[in-house]
Nanobody
Framework: QVQLVESGGGLVQPGGSLRLSCAASGSIFSINAMGWYRQAAGKERELVAA???????NYADSVKGRFTISRDNAKNTVYLQMNSLKPEDTAVYYC?????????????????WGQGTQVTVSS
């Protein structure tokens, strides 16, 4: 019913920048919080940044001051601007959203994940 499609990953040198995008589509009534998680090889998935439908953004300590999360509600899209990238930022980045969907007059809340996009920081 709802899909999250990520884009913008790739290979970048240390100190470089990337911008990730995640667009939601489907029978969407509204979207609550949206966020980005990442999972490095051999590690657990961790929250990178989150942004509610209205309110204060939240960042992992390791990315504060370097990453910026934003969203365009008209486009059902969330972005992650990543600057001053470090090798330890290398991971698969996943988009996440809390979505209220509607179908035949009924409403349901779903937590939806994207397929992931690889970010590699290496010289």
């Amino acid at each position: 019913q709802v899909q999250l499609v990520e884009s913008g990953g790739g290979l970048v040198q240390p100190g470089g920048s990337l911008r990730l995008s995640c667009a939601a589509s489907g029978s969407i009534f509204s979207i609550n919080a949206m966020g980005w998680y990442r999972q490095a090889a051999g590690k657990e998935r961790e929250l990178v940044a989150a942004i509610p439908s209205g309110g204060i953004t939240n960042y992992a300590d390791s990315v504060k001051g370097r990453f910026t999360i934003s969203r365009d509600n008209a486009k059902n899209t969330v972005y992650l601007q990543m600057n001053s990238l470090k090798p330890e930022d290398t991971a698969v980045y996943y988009c996440n959203a809390g979505v209220v969907v509607t179908h035949k007059g009924e409403y349901r809340y779903l937590e939806v994940w994207g397929q992931g996009t690889q970010v590699t920081v290496s010289s």
